[in-house]
């Protein structure tokens, strides 16, 4: 069985940073593309950041040069670096993989709020 469990949201001020974790069981994620997707309140989920096997990432144009994806295939976990946290990053951020046959897994979620 494919979990994956994200941790390290919080409170945070403006300007502030958070680390991010998702640790995977059941299945090891050395090939797999990882993905951060998160979904402010009232609003859907809107994609982050991903990372492929190869460790080549890429990100959503509103968190380019703030946040930065990584990934640790010995611990099968990535991560997801906030800096210079702004109000509307707000949201409940989750861990997908994808295994490139339509089929996706999704951790539960870590909430990220950024309020003075």
């Known amino acids: 069985q494919v979990q994956l469990v994200e941790s390290g949201g919080g409170l945070v001020q403006p300007g502030g940073s958070l680390r991010l974790s998702c640790v995977a069981s059941g299945i090891s994620i050395n090939t797999y593309a990882m993905s951060w997707v998160r979904q402010a309140p009232g609003k859907g989920r809107d994609w982050v950041a991903s990372?492929?096997?190869?460790?080549?990432?890429t990100y959503t144009d509103s968190v380019k040069g703030r946040f930065t994806i990584s990934r640790d295939n010995a611990n099968n976990a990535v991560y997801l670096q906030l800096n210079s946290l702004k109000t509307e990053d707000t949201a409940m951020y989750y861990c997908?993989?994808?295994?490139?046959?339509?089929?996706?897994?999704w951790g539960q979620g870590t909430e990220v709020t950024v309020s003075s």
């Open positions: 997908s993989l994808g295994l490139g046959d339509g089929t996706r897994y």
């Open positions: 990372i492929n096997g190869r460790g080549a990432s």
